[in-house]
């Protein structure tokens, strides 16, 4: 199982970014799948969850009406487009199975940093 998250940066407060997780050696169409984060000095957190099929989502309170989880099966991909982001948003974030689905294995993650 490879996951691979990519598309963070350093953005303003407010501003916008797409992260993207590439996955293999899975059937990825079947899992539901989830966005998880993790701050400095605090421990990961989820943040979104989508069924396998996309038509249902889960967002944390304090993403809700700025973060849209979304997937693409047809690619094994899956995304998270984050709006009005603030730095609290600020972590490292993950992809992996939902919950119990979870890999043993995560993959390196990518920066997401608030500031300006």
């Known amino acids: 199982v490879h996951l691979v998250e990519s598309g963070g940066g350093l953005v303003q407060p407010g501003g916008s970014l797409r992260v993207s997780c590439t996955t293999s050696g899975f059937t990825f169409g079947t899992y539901i799948m989830s966005w998880y984060r993790q701050a400095p000095g605090k421990e990961r957190e989820l943040v979104a969850t989508i069924n396998s099929v996309g038509g249902g989502t889960f967002y944390m309170d304090s993403v809700k009406g700025r973060f849209t989880i979304s997937r693409d099966n047809a690619k094994n991909t899956m995304y998270l487009q984050m709006n009005n982001l603030k730095p609290e948003d600020t972590a490292v974030y993950y992809c992996?199975?939902?919950?119990?689905?979870?890999?043993?294995?995560w993959g390196q993650g990518t920066q997401v940093t608030v500031s300006s």
């Open positions: 992996n199975g939902a919950g119990q689905l979870a890999f043993a294995s």
